[in-house]
Nanobody
Framework: QVHLVESGGGLVQAGGSLRLTCLAS????????MGWFRQAPGKEREFVAA???????PLYLDDVKGRFAISRDGANTVYLQLNSLKPEDTAVYYC???????????????????WGQGTQVTVSS
């Protein structure tokens, strides 16, 4: 059974940086893409970034291109570097896995999908 643990969130001023970490366990993820998502208060969970199984092909939400960077360390750990943070980036950030980057994008539409506890990112103006 997949288990996802996100960490690294916190309170930061606008323009600041954070690095989020996701540790996945429960099965092998060596051939899986991994991704990050976020959910702001009163909003639906949305895709933020994904990286393919090789760790060489990223995919980003347009709004975070040039500010966020996704990377992975082996099969089970994925990072999200958040730079030039804006108040509108405030949300709970989650990670998850899927077969491809494109499949990752669709995960928020899947009902009853397992999600970890997430990590809160708060950006003050």
């Amino acid at each position: 059974q997949v288990h996802l643990v996100e960490s690294g969130g916190g309170l930061v001023q606008a323009g600041g940086s954070l690095r989020l970490t996701c540790l996945a366990s429960g099965r092998t993820f060596s051939r899986s893409a991994m991704g990050w998502f976020r959910q702001a208060p009163g909003k639906e969970r949305e895709f933020v970034a994904a990286i393919d199984w090789s760790g060489t092909v990223p995919l980003y939400l347009d709004d975070v291109k040039g500010r966020f960077a996704i990377s992975r360390d082996g099969a089970n750990t994925v990072y999200l570097q958040l730079n030039s943070l804006k108040p509108e980036d405030t949300a709970v950030y989650y990670c998850n896995t899927g077969p491809t980057n494109q499949a990752i994008q669709a995960l928020p539409t899947i009902k009853n999908l397992y999600w970890g506890q997430g990590t809160q990112v708060t950006v003050s103006s």
